[in-house]
């Protein structure tokens, strides 16, 4: 069974970084999309960043420049990378990852359990 397991989730200072890691664990063809997502108390789970297989990547307005999305093809991992933080980037971070587990299968959509990310003003 694939599963998604994250880290990197903490408490962190207004202005300081931190690391999100997601590595796709099991027996998978291919991954095509990666991203992340977040959702803060009251809110609806939002768009953080994507990138596709093939590099392409794709920012939420609100955290152009500050935060940046990565992945590890060999290592089936997504990476991103939080700088600048703000206490309004306060969230339970998911990520997700469109699996492929055969030549020519459709691609099912994974999720994470969530990390938490805290930021102290």
């Known amino acids: 069974q694939v599963q998604l397991v994250e880290s990197g989730g903490g408490l962190v200072l207004a202005g300081g970084s931190l690391r999100l890691s997601c590595a796709a664990s099991?027996?998978?063809?291919?991954?095509?999309?990666m991203a992340w997502y977040r959702q803060a108390p009251g809110k609806q789970r939002e768009l953080v960043a994507n990138?596709?297989?093939?590099?392409?990547?794709n920012y939420a307005d609100s955290v152009k420049g500050r935060f940046t999305i990565s992945r590890d093809s060999a290592k089936n991992t997504v990476y991103l990378q939080l700088n600048s933080l703000k206490p309004e980037d306060t969230a339970v971070y998911y990520c997700?990852?469109?699996?492929?587990?055969?030549?020519?299968?459709?691609?099912?959509?994974?999720w994470g359990q969530g990390t938490q990310v805290t930021v102290s003003s």
């Open positions: 997700a990852a469109d699996v492929a587990y055969y030549s020519g299968s459709p691609s099912y959509r994974l």
């Open positions: 099991g027996i998978i063809f291919s991954i095509n999309t």
């Open positions: 990138i596709a297989s093939g590099g392409i990547t």
